[in-house]
């Protein structure tokens, strides 16, 4: 069994920065893809950005020049970094990785609100 656990959201004033970590902790052997979800009250989820275990990243269009994903394959560890942030990017945040080469299996953490005031 895998477990993630998230940390670091809050509320912050536009223009502010956070950054959100997500640490894996079980039976891992390999980790492949990190990713960050978000997911705005009445909207449905949307992957804000990814990082594969060769730290290629990819970014939703709406974040890219604001956030920066990264992770620590050896701490199992993926962060988000997010500056310059707007109201609109208020959501609960959840990490997922994808655990494991033969047969890959999602996990998913407990979500972390993130508040973004005017």
């Known amino acids: 069994q895998v477990q993630l656990v998230e940390s670091g959201g809050g509320l912050v004033q536009a223009g502010g920065s956070l950054r959100l970590s997500c640490a894996a902790s079980?039976?891992?052997?390999?980790?492949?893809?990190m990713n960050w979800y978000r997911q705005a009250p009445g909207k449905q989820r949307e992957l804000v950005a990814s990082?594969?275990?060769?730290?290629?990243?990819n970014y939703a269009d709406s974040v890219k020049g604001r956030f920066t994903i990264s992770r620590d394959n050896a701490k199992n560890t993926v962060y988000l970094q997010m500056n310059s942030l707007k109201p609109e990017d208020t959501a609960v945040y959840y990490c997922?990785?994808?655990?494991?080469?033969?047969?890959?299996?999602?996990?998913w953490g407990q979500g972390t609100q993130v508040t973004v005031s005017s």
């Open positions: 997922n990785m994808v655990v494991g080469r033969a047969a890959p299996i999602d996990y």
């Open positions: 079980g039976r891992i052997f390999s980790i492949n893809a």
């Open positions: 990082i594969t275990r060769g730290g290629s990243t």
